[in-house]
T-cell receptor, first 114, second 112 residues
Framework: GEDVEQSLFLSVREGDSSVINCTYT??????LYWYKQEPGAGLQLLTY?????DMKQDQRLTVLLNKKDKHLSLRIADTQTGDSAIYFC??????????????FGKGTKLSVIP | IAGITQAPTSQILAAGRRMTLRCTQD?????MYWYRQDLGLGLRLIHY???????GKGEVPDGYSVSRANTDDFPLTLASAVPSQTSVYFC???????????FGPGTRLTVL
């Protein structure tokens, strides 16, 4: 089954806020990440949050972490057409003694309507 | 070279042929990864390497092999390609395992 879950699609109007949600399962995850993938391109790191933080803000991006519910969200303020992309949530998870890997969600496709 | 590069950009391959996808990074990152991205399945880890000289299996390793002879290069080999290996392949690297990963532009592989 899918350990990191995201809704597959989100559609918003230009200028509105977008909120992309993610749930994860490993309570020992140290870092949680948001990546952006534009059409035909690789993944680009947008932002990340350490597990002992509740919130992180970076310009138009706000990340909220609810560790109790294992819920992560990415809010994009004043969404622009250039924000149209697929957004991946990822958790850093221990995969063996001293070894960590990223586990990705399936991605949320954000469509911005002009 | 700046960052992480992959070659080829795209390839059409006959089933049964051998194919090596190349990945090179110039950031002196210790860890490198290969993923495949398929519609509806997201990104799945094929193989990884935490440091030069070591490799490990990811979620979907069957049909693929990797080597890590040095820090910069992490080739992915399909010994005998099958149509189910049609996908977009991404290489990534990180300073060490678990850190943020930097992705290459991807290789689109079609196996007929």
């Amino acid at each position: 089954g899918e350990d990191v879950e995201q809704s597959l699609f989100l559609s918003v109007r230009e200028g509105d806020s977008s909120v992309i949600n993610c749930t994860y399962t490993d309570s020992s995850s140290t870092y949680l990440y948001w990546y952006k993938q534009e059409p035909g391109a690789g993944l680009q790191l947008l932002t990340y949050i350490f597990s002992n933080m509740d919130m992180k803000q970076d310009q138009r991006l706000t990340v909220l972490l609810n560790k109790k519910d294992k819920h992560l969200s990415l809010r994009i303020a004043d969404t622009q057409t250039g924000d149209s992309a697929i957004y991946f949530c990822a958790e850093s998870r221990q995969s063996g003694a001293g070894s960590y890997q990223l586990t990705f969600g399936k991605g949320t496709k954000l469509s911005v309507i002009p | 070279i700046a960052g992480i590069t992959q070659a080829p950009t795209s390839q059409i391959l006959a089933a049964g042929r051998r194919m090596t996808l190349r990945c090179t990074q110039d950031m002196r990152h210790n860890a490198m990864y290969w993923y495949r991205q398929d519609l509806g399945l997201g990104l799945r880890l094929i193989h990884y390497s935490n440091t030069a000289g070591t490799t490990g299996k990811g979620e979907v390793p069957d049909g693929y092999s990797v080597s890590r002879a040095n820090t910069d290069d992490f080739p992915l080999t399909l010994a005998s390609a099958v149509p189910s290996q049609t996908s977009v392949y991404f290489c990534a690297s990180s300073k060490s395992h678990g850190n943020e990963q930097f992705f290459g532009p991807g290789t689109r592989l079609t196996v007929l």
